[in-house]
């Protein structure tokens, strides 16, 4: 079957995703508990107002990648996104590797995430200074609930992000509405961290990439899925951008803030502001952290069934549950959130994105030069810049990160050799 081709059982399936559809869930994907911890983090590193510059810079960094996946996914009528796409322009190795790492990036982020509940939940329910402990249990809770079904997982998950963007709307809101004027300390720009800022807010605008998965599900593809994937990164960054300005004005010391949108909220609005915000965080968390936890597992389980006949992670129950991909992925989460600190388990999850992002553009390149899938050299023009961006993004990556993300595709490579002399 052609990469192209819709997969097996899809071709009758109805097409139930437009436009609209999918801009909700590209923004869905991005909006997450990134931006809940990021101002503080980049406050450190760009002080005062310029903050709100590394946001723009990384929409501009991300844009050309953005309309990689937008070309690729309106190419493929098939579900799988950037290991359909490196199977097709590499082969089976190569897209076993990209879709390892796609998977070694969602366990990250989901462990930033859940670690991030932990940080902002466990004291408001009175766990103290046991906010690792917090999070362990709640990746428990979120695993037990998973296990229950993928149809009772995804009422649950659909219903916390109905309510997720309505406080961060009702902040920015409140600031623009205010005319707020407070004294921003600039801070010293001598030692400003422009690229390592950058990678940083890489982890919050991540996302996008999940628009073109469900591709054998969409109506007008070629027009549905580059306007949502371009669409949710651009809308998404400009809310982050205002949430950032609205954390700089309303706190002048902000890069010491814990919690800077909950402090934002109370310097705007007062502790009503304050409560509704900070609930807002707790239901943004706890929903996007079961939603990964869900999820996650699944890249897994794909991933392993991609060319072997007698697959044993990817089984599903009953249910529809890859249960023993499931019980992996716990164990992992578990294991980083217990020993990883929040901030270094952003930028994991961002350099593994990166390699992510990095395929698939030269797989767009590939393909276009090969004229494969209706593509032509011309649609690949923003590939160069696309690498060049993810280049310079990539070079505020530690030599500890780097060595970690060596790890996660020297494990790739050994899984695929052993899955290779297993199914020989």
Same mark, same amino acid.
């Given at each position: 079957?052609?990469?192209?081709?819709?997969?097996?059982?899809?071709?009758?399936?109805?097409?139930?995703?437009?436009?609209?559809?999918?801009?909700?869930?590209?923004?869905?994907?991005?909006?997450?508990?990134?931006?809940?911890?990021?101002?503080?983090?980049?406050?450190?590193?760009?002080?005062?107002?310029?903050?709100?510059?590394?946001?723009?810079?990384?929409?501009?960094?991300?844009?050309?990648?953005?309309?990689?996946?937008?070309?690729?996914?309106?190419?493929?009528?098939?579900?799988?996104?950037?290991?359909?796409?490196?199977?097709?322009?590499?082969?089976? =190795?190569?897209?076993?590797? %990209?879709?390892?790492?796609?998977?070694?990036?969602?366990?990250?982020?989901?462990?930033?995430?859940?670690?991030?509940?932990?940080?902002?939940?466990?004291?408001?329910?009175?766990?103290?200074?046991?906010?690792?402990?917090?999070?362990?249990?709640?990746?428990?809770?979120?695993?037990?609930?998973?296990?229950?079904?993928?149809?009772?997982?995804?009422?649950?998950?659909?219903?916390?992000?109905?309510?997720?963007?309505?406080?961060?709307?009702?902040?920015?809101?409140?600031?623009?509405?205010?005319?707020?004027s407070a004294s921003?300390?600039?801070?010293?720009?001598?030692?400003?961290?422009?690229?390592?800022?950058?990678?940083?807010?890489?982890?919050?605008?991540?996302?996008f990439e999940i628009?073109?998965?469900?591709?054998?599900?969409?109506?007008?593809?070629?027009?549905?899925?580059?306007?949502?994937?371009?669409?949710?990164?651009?809308?998404?960054?400009?809310?982050?951008? !205002?949430l950032h300005l609205?954390?700089? %004005?309303?706190?002048?010391? !902000?890069?010491? =803030?814990?919690?800077?949108?909950?402090?934002?909220? =109370?310097?705007?609005?007062?502790?009503?502001?304050?409560?509704?915000?900070?609930?807002?965080?707790?239901?943004?968390?706890?929903?996007?952290?079961?939603?990964?936890?869900?999820?996650?597992?699944?890249?897994?389980?794909?991933?392993?069934?991609?060319?072997?006949?007698?697959?044993?992670?990817?089984?599903?129950?009953?249910?529809?549950?890859?249960?023993?991909? !499931?019980?992996?992925?716990?164990?992992?989460?578990?294991?980083?959130?217990?020993?990883?600190?929040?901030?270094?388990?952003?930028?994991?999850?961002?350099?593994?994105?990166?390699? =992510?992002?990095?395929?698939?553009?030269?797989?767009?390149?590939?393909?276009?030069?090969?004229?494969?899938?209706?593509?032509?050299?011309?649609?690949?023009?923003?590939?160069?810049?696309?690498?060049?961006?993810?280049?310079?993004?990539?070079?505020?990556?530690?030599?500890?990160?780097?060595?970690?993300?060596?790890?996660?595709?020297?494990?790739?490579?050994? !899984?695929?050799?052993?899955?290779?002399?297993?199914?020989?």
């Amino acid at each position: 079957m052609s990469p192209s081709e819709p997969s097996a059982g899809t071709v009758a399936a109805a097409r139930e995703l437009g436009v609209l559809s999918l801009l909700a869930l590209g923004i869905n994907g991005i909006v997450g508990v990134g931006i809940f911890f990021t101002p503080n983090l980049v406050a450190a590193l760009v002080p005062g107002r310029a903050g709100v510059f590394a946001y723009a810079l990384t929409l501009l960094a991300l844009l050309p990648v953005a309309l990689t996946y937008a070309r690729l996914g309106s190419r493929f009528d098939r579900d799988g996104g950037p290991y359909v796409w490196a199977r097709a322009a590499f082969g089976e =190795q190569i897209a076993f590797l %990209v879709g390892f790492v796609a998977y070694a990036s969602a366990v990250l982020s989901t462990a930033a995430v859940i670690a991030g509940l932990g940080e902002y939940t466990a004291p408001l329910l009175g766990w103290g200074d046991h906010k690792k402990l917090f999070a362990v249990c709640a990746a428990l809770v979120f695993g037990a609930i998973a296990l229950s079904g993928l149809k009772p997982s995804a009422w649950v998950w659909s219903s916390l992000t109905v309510l997720k963007l309505l406080p961060l709307l009702f902040l920015v809101g409140v600031f623009a509405l205010g005319g707020h004027s407070a004294s921003v300390e600039s801070g010293s720009l001598g030692h400003v961290s422009w690229s390592r800022a950058v990678l940083l807010i890489v982890f919050p605008m991540q996302g996008f990439e999940i628009v073109p998965v469900p591709g054998s599900h969409v109506r007008s593809a070629a027009r549905a899925i580059p306007i949502a994937t371009i669409g949710s990164l651009v809308l998404c960054a400009g809310l982050y951008a !205002l949430l950032h300005l609205a954390c700089v %004005v309303a706190v002048p010391t !902000l890069a010491s =803030q814990h919690t800077p949108l909950i402090a934002a909220a =109370q310097a705007l609005g007062g502790a009503h502001l304050a409560t509704l915000v900070s609930a807002g965080t707790n239901v943004s968390a706890i929903g996007i952290g079961f939603g990964m936890m869900a999820m996650t597992p699944r890249y897994l389980a794909a991933v392993e069934a991609g060319g072997a006949e007698n697959a044993l992670i990817a089984h599903e129950t009953r249910h529809h549950v890859p249960r023993r991909a !499931l019980f992996a992925t716990l164990v992992l989460v578990v294991v980083l959130v217990s020993v990883g600190a929040l901030s270094r388990l952003f930028v994991l999850s961002s350099v593994a994105v990166l390699f =992510q992002y990095s395929v698939s553009v030269l797989a767009l390149c590939v393909l276009a030069l090969r004229r494969r899938n209706g593509l032509s050299p011309r649609d690949a023009l923003s590939a160069p810049f696309a690498l060049v961006a993810l280049g310079i993004v990539a070079q505020a990556v530690e030599r500890a990160e780097l060595f970690v993300m060596s790890g996660i595709v020297a494990v790739a490579l050994l !899984l695929w050799f052993g899955r290779a002399r297993l199914f020989r």
